[in-house]
């Protein structure tokens, strides 16, 4: 069974940095996308950063330029560097990734790590 584990998140200041990681575990062929969602209180999950197989990542506009991804393929782990947080960054961060298994490509989602900025 292939499972998404997060770590890494917290309560941290306005201005500060975290990394969150993110590993996949368990009987995988392939894996195409690895990105990061998130979902704030009230609101809908909204995607924050997707890295796929080739070619520049993908980021939110409001996290553009503050939280960089990058990918450790051989490792089957996504990771994702938060700089200058701020308030509005405040939200539950899920892990996702693009899986083959034996039955065919399927979405995965982690359990949600909290994000907690205060101004």
């Known amino acids: 069974q292939v499972q998404l584990v997060e770590s890494g998140g917290g309560l941290v200041q306005a201005g500060d940095s975290l990394r969150l990681s993110c590993a996949a575990s368990?009987?995988?062929?392939?894996?195409?996308?690895m990105g990061w969602f998130r979902q704030a209180p009230g609101k809908q999950r909204e995607l924050v950063a997707m890295?796929?197989?080739?070619?520049?990542?993908n980021y939110a506009d409001s996290v553009k330029g503050r939280f960089t991804i990058s990918r450790d393929r051989n490792r089957n782990r996504v990771y994702l560097q938060m700089n200058s947080l701020k308030p509005e960054d405040t939200a539950v961060y899920y892990c996702?990734?693009?899986?083959?298994?034996?039955?065919?490509?399927?979405?995965?989602w982690g359990q949600g790590t909290q994000v907690t900025v205060s101004s």
């Open positions: 996702y990734a693009n899986i083959l298994i034996n039955t065919g490509w399927r979405d995965y």
């Open positions: 368990g009987r995988t062929f392939s894996t195409s996308a």
């Open positions: 890295a796929g197989t080739g070619g520049s990542p």
